[in-house]
């Protein structure tokens, strides 16, 4: 004769379903404050990269580009170094692919060079919506070059972001000039910069790639600054190029921190939000407000560009990285 299960048993029951249900609540909320971290993370470390975008304009009414660029890449070299090494040993400097560590610090370098003097012709809200097409153009790099299938949304978006540019640029209008080559320059690098990344990241460590990145740039630069370099008039140019290092590396961190709590597909239509910050910066310290076809385009880059991204890194898992200086 069967007996049922005593009051015991159900209570025991009771606690042990109350304790999963805890337990998993517990761990959606911690999983939720994890993602809340990671989208903070990204909107100080696009705040930083507009700060550096900001300080990178008005550094070039004073400080020779060539030296400005060696500037902010030693800095980030040294300061990565004393932070990563202690913590991370020679490990850090372990790396499969030595060769392609060497041309993305060039690549990222180029591109650098390129922001200086697009920074030095152009507003920054305006050359910063530009530069942040470089995930449209990872497309056309992946169609073309790579031979990857490319969905009709995808060619959508890639064309409303490029509607976008010409919309801020507008040729044949009183805006267009020469120097809109220099930030399409750096998109083109800044695009294969990206390319190379997500093949390094299946088999690199983020820091190390990081850690190769700024001494690259660092030991390219101080082949050329010498012709370059000049005396200061003040200390508050020297401080404002210590800003310029300082916003570089600790976005940098900042990104990488949040990849660390947050999917990419959650962070990346928030990388966007540096077209804000560029607005703000230019309209704080330069006074320029954006006219009301740019931000049209704006708009239109920041809609499609996100959309984009966020496309690419929900099928490759890839972060993608803003554009900065």
């Known amino acids: 004769m069967s007996q049922s299960p005593g009051p015991g ?3 025991a029951a009771t606690v042990a379903l ?4 805890s337990a998993a609540q517990t761990a959606r909320r911690v999983e939720a404050e994890r993602i809340l971290a990671g989208i903070g993370l990204v909107l100080l470390a696009v705040a930083c990269f507009a700060t ?3 300080a990178t304009k008005f550094s070039t009414l004073g400080v020779p580009i060539l030296m400005g660029v060696w500037f ?4 980030q070299a040294v300061a990565t170094t004393i932070v990563l090494l202690p913590l991370h040993g020679t490990a850090l400097l372990r790396t499969r692919h030595p060769r392609y560590q060497a041309l993305r610090g060039a690549l990222l370098l180029s591109s650098s060079v390129f922001a200086f003097l697009s920074l030095r012709y152009m507003p ?3 050359f910063t919506s530009i530069v942040l097409i470089a995930p449209l153009v990872i497309t056309l790099l992946a169609a073309t070059t790579l031979k990857e299938h490319v969905s009709p949304l995808r060619w959508t978006l890639v064309a409303g972001g490029f509607a976008g540019t010409l919309v801020i640029l507008r040729p044949g209008g009183g805006t267009f000039s020469w120097a809109i080559f220099l930030p399409l320059g750096l998109v083109l690098t800044n695009a294969w910069f990206q390319v190379l990344t997500s093949k390094l990241a ?4 983020p820091l190390t790639m990081h850690f190769y990145t700024g001494w690259v740039g660092t030991l390219i630069a101080s082949v050329v600054v010498p012709f370059a370099w000049t005396a200061l008039p003040s200390w508050e140019w020297w401080a404002l190029l210590c800003l310029m290092g300082f916003m570089g590396t600790v976005g940098h961190f900042m990104l990488i921190l949040a990849y660390q709590r947050a999917p990419a597909s959650t962070l990346t239509p928030y990388l966007y939000a540096q077209i804000a910050f560029a607005m703000l910066g230019g309209w704080l310290v330069f006074s320029h407000v954006p006219d009301r076809f740019s931000l049209i385009g704006m708009a239109m880059i920041a809609v499609c560009g996100a959309a984009g991204a966020w496309l690419t890194v929900r099928e490759r898992r890839v972060p993608i990285e803003p554009a900065e200086s």
């Open 18 to 21: 109350a304790s999963a249900r």
């Open 52 to 54: 550096l975008d900001t």
């Open 202 to 205: 299946q088999t690199e460590n």
């Open 72 to 75: 902010r890449y030693a800095f």
């Open 9 to 11: 048993i159900d209570n």
């Open 124 to 126: 920054l809200a305006e």
